[in-house]
């Protein structure tokens, strides 16, 4: 579907280790695992910058069941927030409870901040940190770190934040 079909690759996942890109539509990624996607400023390949901002925009149905991920052991590992609401990273570092301890991954999360040009991160073992209220913005990818073994993530639709409506 890309104007230049010959271009350099724009989508990318992270393995544990490096980058990696998303060569073809076909290849979708995972729910739940993040990805990276490089947007162009020259939007019809003409070789002039139309500028930014750019709207992505989303088709579908929103996950309202579990959504699971296998993650890496003993590495980084690079997932999404598969919701159109809000998580808070308590339920992803605290075991998806938000209390009690968690044996899969270390209780930091680490999100990308484009405006500071720097990784904002949260704290569940503290609830202190830079990223507001550890709160994962919705398709939102974010770095957690494995323990030692291979796991299943799972985003559970009660980890959504929901918004009150008066």
Do not use: M
């Amino acid at each position: 579907g890309a104007d230049a079909t010959d271009g350099t690759a724009n989508v990318y996942t992270y393995n544990g280790s490096s980058w990696s890109s998303i060569s073809d539509q076909a290849d979708t990624p995972t729910t739940g695992a993040g990805f990276l996607v490089y947007v162009f400023s020259d939007d019809n390949n003409d070789n002039s910058a139309e500028g930014f901002p750019k709207t992505i925009s989303l088709s579908g149905s929103e996950h309202t069941a579990t959504v699971s991920v296998t993650t890496a052991e003993s590495t980084w590992n690079f997932l999404g927030n598969p919701f159109t609401h809000s998580i808070d990273a308590d339920k992803l570092s605290l075991g998806g409870s938000g209390s009690g301890t968690n044996d899969k991954y270390e209780t930091v999360v680490y999100v990308w901040d484009n405006a500071s040009g720097a990784f904002k991160s949260y704290d569940a073992s503290t609830d202190s940190g830079t990223l507001a209220g550890g709160l994962i913005e919705p398709f939102q990818g974010f770095f957690i770190q494995s323990k030692y073994r291979e796991n299943s993530c799972s985003f559970n639709e009660f980890w959504k934040l929901r918004r009150l409506r008066f």
